[in-house]
């Protein structure tokens, strides 16, 4: 059996798995990066929901079409929480922006305001 990073005939004993340390840490290595590039990538599409909300509200409340957050690059299945309102509205929020969905495909856009409750 070979190696399990290189696959290499190793020698020695026949339960090895790896045929020296470079081997076991360059392995162990590139599942531990396979994991972080998984996060690196959501963590990229918050980033640009958040900035698309800036971009399209910078006064903190703006009403616009969910076809132009969508043209925009927007992903509407990534958001950090839901802030739900006393009246029971949800905003999906991205980090200090959020957007709540309104009738006739509009999406109403705020920043976090003070009364909102800190979701830390």
């Known amino acids: 059996m070979g190696c399990k990073y290189c696959g290499n005939e190793m020698k020695g004993r026949t339960d090895k798995i790896f045929c020296d340390n470079q081997c076991r840490s360059a392995f162990h290595n590139s599942m531990s990066n396979n994991k972080e590039e998984f996060v690196r990538l959501i963590n ?3 980033r640009k929901n958040r900035m698309i909300l800036k971009f399209t509200s910078p006064q903190g409340k703006t009403t ?4 132009f957050l969508g043209d925009k690059g927007f ?3 990534y958001f950090t929480n839901i802030y739900k309102t006393q009246s029971g509205n ?3 929020m991205c980090y ?3 957007c709540m969905y309104l009738p006739e ?3 109403l856009i705020i920043n976090w305001q003070p009364y909102m409750k800190h979701p830390c």
Not at 64 to 67: A, F
Request: without cysteine; positive net charge; glycine residues 6%.
């Open 105 to 107: 495909d509009k999406v």
């Open 44 to 46: 990229k599409k918050l």
């Open 64 to 67: 616009v079409r969910r076809e």
């Open 90 to 92: 949800s905003y999906y």
């Open 96 to 98: 200090d922006y959020g």
């Open 75 to 77: 992903d509407f299945n």
